[in-house]
């Protein structure tokens, strides 16, 4: 959300791109069918231009509310820009925050009937599918639906992706050798004692996902050696690229990153060896103020123009190539695409799964031993 830094920082470097894209598309029209066609009615894809439906906003109010998951409250500023760039006289409220924060206000506003987002732009996938089923979302598909990646979508148009996110290690080029290229491991060598930086697994659910996944390729000694490798753990996806980035730590995991270039940091996706992936899910709330500011935003997001300015190569859209050097994000087998959703959805696996690992990274007094009360996830 060139090389890659911490998620904040990507999401700050792909948004000056998305600026760029924001600025080109507000000089070029983009073709559309005539006003008289179909408006987004039900099943149909959007026919408005981003130009149409920036008049029939304003003509609603103008305003738009969006909750957007993130790890801190600026890392969004560069949509925001890019999008008052392109739309200047819509009144963009974005509010960042954990979407496990987020989805639990967006549920007491439901209750209390005080509503506020027009959009939700969550990590929280397993909500998509809640909301739906309780008829809270907006069926809708903007202009590109048909293009975005199957798995990136509801058949419906409830939600869809707009960006692909991937989260793995990364580490410094320099620092490992330009001609070495580390695994996950790799990463319980002694000489990396000291030298790790990893956003807390407990506490982000995608971070968390991650780590099973090197639990079940390297087993719970791999788990064991790496704890002992006095990481220095940290709130926030956002945390081991920052350490990596500053010189505090050679190594970073847990985190957000691109593999176009290796320079100065190296993001591992190598083949055979796993990280994870998933589509950032988006979606208008039915009971949205401001729908029409919504589809605007949405239609924006998918807009080939954003697409091709992702913070890190990768497209939701099938039409889309990635920049040389990248394969398409559901091209990698090892990216756990499709595992993520089902992940999110079993919530009492997820809750075993956290217990385990605040256990062996210190978080819970006891013995951090294989078996530890019956209670590996998996086993």
Request: net charge positive; charged share 20%.
């Amino acid at each position: 959300m060139s090389s890659f830094l911490s998620r904040r920082r990507v999401l700050a470097t792909g948004a000056g791109a998305a600026l760029s894209a924001g600025v080109l598309g507000a000089s070029v029209t983009p073709a559309a069918a005539s006003p008289s066609a179909s408006r987004g009615a039900t099943g149909a894809e959007e026919t408005r231009t981003l130009d149409e439906l920036y008049q029939a906003a304003l003509a609603e109010g103008g305003k738009l509310v969006v909750y957007a998951g993130g790890d801190t409250p600026t890392q969004q500023d560069g949509t925001k820009a890019a999008f008052k760039a392109r739309f200047p006289d819509i009144d963009l409220t974005l509010i960042v925050d954990y979407s496990k924060y987020h989805d639990v206000r967006v549920d007491n506003q439901f209750a209390t009937d005080t509503l506020v987002p027009d959009v939700v732009q969550l990590q929280t996938l397993q909500d998509f599918t809640r909301w739906k089923e309780q008829g809270r979302l907006l069926h809708y598909k903007p202009a590109g639906f048909s293009k975005v990646y199957d798995a990136f979508k509801d058949p419906q148009g409830a939600w869809v992706a707009t960006g692909a996110l991937a989260f793995s290690f990364m580490y410094t080029t320099a620092a490992v050798g330009s001609g070495v290229q580390l695994t996950p491991r790799d990463l319980v060598d002694p000489k990396w004692k000291g030298k790790i930086a990893s956003s807390y697994p407990h506490d982000d659910d995608a971070v968390l996902y991650l780590y099973t996944l090197y639990a079940r390729k390297y087993g719970w000694d791999w788990v064991a050696k790496f704890a002992a490798q006095d990481v220095r753990f940290a709130r926030g996806s956002n945390s081991p690229g920052d350490a990596v980035f500053a010189g505090q730590k050679t190594i970073g995991v847990g985190t957000a990153g691109s593999a176009v270039s290796s320079s100065p940091v190296t993001f591992a996706i190598g083949s055979g060896h796993p990280f994870m992936s998933w589509g950032q899910r988006v979606a208008i709330l039915k009971q949205a103020k401001n729908s029409t500011a919504a589809k605007l935003f949405l239609n924006w997001q998918l807009s080939t123009e954003m697409q091709n300015g992702s913070f890190n190569g990768w497209s939701v859209r099938t039409d889309i190539t990635p920049p040389t050097g990248l394969k398409k994000i559901w091209e990698y087998p090892n990216g756990n695409l499709d595992g993520f959703p089902r992940f999110m959805a079993d919530r009492a696996s997820i809750e075993r799964w956290k217990q385990t690992f605040a256990l062996y990274f210190g978080e819970v007094k006891g013995d951090p031993t294989p078996g530890w009360l019956g209670l590996h996830p998996g086993a």
